[in-house]
């Protein structure tokens, strides 16, 4: 599990540079990070009703690859969400048009 969530914070890491690389600064996200670590930052995101702006703005960019939602479903990382935050995840990309 502690390999998982490091790897699961280098995968979140790895997203948000290349947010920046894309000009898209991701500071509401990492400011999540700073207090929380990727696994909190994501689980506070998949346990909210409504998407976030940066999920927002990332479906605006046509790059729901770099959202939490994406990250979070990947196989390697799937033992660190429950059920309903995996669900929620995959039905958020798929209303969106995203499929992983």
């Given at each position: ?47 909210t ?9 990332l479906?605006?960019?046509?790059r729901?690859d ?27 990309l ?7």
């Open positions: 599990m502690v390999i998982q969530s490091a790897a699961f914070q280098e995968a979140v890491g790895a997203a948000v540079r290349e947010c920046y690389d894309l000009g898209y600064r991701p500071t509401y996200f990492q400011q999540m990070l700073s207090e929380l670590d990727a696994v909190g930052a994501a689980q506070k995101l998949l346990t009703s409504t998407v976030s702006d940066g999920f927002t703005r479906w605006e960019m046509k729901l770099l959202t939490v939602e994406a990250i979070a479903l990947r196989p390697e990382f799937g033992e660190l969400f429950t059920r309903s935050e995996l669900r929620t995840a995959k039905d958020r798929a209303d969106y048009g995203y499929s992983a």
